[in-house]
């Protein structure tokens, strides 16, 4: 199973729990949503009615939690871990994989020390192992490990939900890829009809090309046939000129 697939059926999973849950039973659900190791996506949890009717009641800090989970960063944790709740391990775990994605949607080539200090990670044999068996292993990055210049160089990440703040952006990018495309449709069209009626040209002039061909011939047989009959009928009367004389 692919990890798309997996992803699909994992957030269906938890929004049909979402759905039945309330309380400090859907707080506990967002704690094993946040911990699953194979789960990288929360939009749709944080969209269930239940969830959204977290806020303001006495769990409303684990509806900021799955909100960390969806848009933030470890470093966002760390930045307001006192107004959040303590996280086990696997969440850890998770929310420093999610890190991972978020500094990859917008460099290609990510450095050594940079990521070292965006994971806590005190040493570069910790941070390839976890590039390695947490990122790469889990289908979520791919990429090369570059010793010489310490760097991890991205060649695919796998995308984090969408920002509320990113919405418009999008929208944007997607508007411009549509109009790039209708520009270039209506450019394939026009080259189309170009080459259509080229080729109807070079229809027409091939036949008017064939039309004088087959007329030359026609000209040239109804020469050849009057030469012909031109030198027939001269030998025709140079033999009678030639039998008039003997009979003389």
Known sequence: MDIEQKQAELIEYFVKQAEIHKGASLANLIVEATSHSSLFGFSEILSVPNVVQLQGTEHSVFLDLLSLFAHGTWNDYKSNSGRLPPLVPDQVLKLKQLSVLTLAETDKVLPYDNLMQELDVSNVRELEDFLINDCMYAG??????DQLRRCF????AAGRDLRP???GGMI??????????????HSIQEKIKWADTMSELDKKHRKEVEDKVDDIKKSLTHKKLHTVSRQTM???????????????
Not at 172 to 185: K, P, V, Y
């Open 140 to 145: 979520i990055v791919r990429g090369k490990l």
């Open 153 to 156: 160089e991205v060649q695919f």
């Open 165 to 167: 703040e990113q919405l």
């Open 172 to 185: 944007q990018t997607l508007e411009t890829w549509l109009n790039t495309s209708d520009n270039l449709l």
């Open 234 to 248: 001269t030998f025709e009367g140079m033999r009678r000129s030639s039998t008039l004389n003997l009979e003389e």
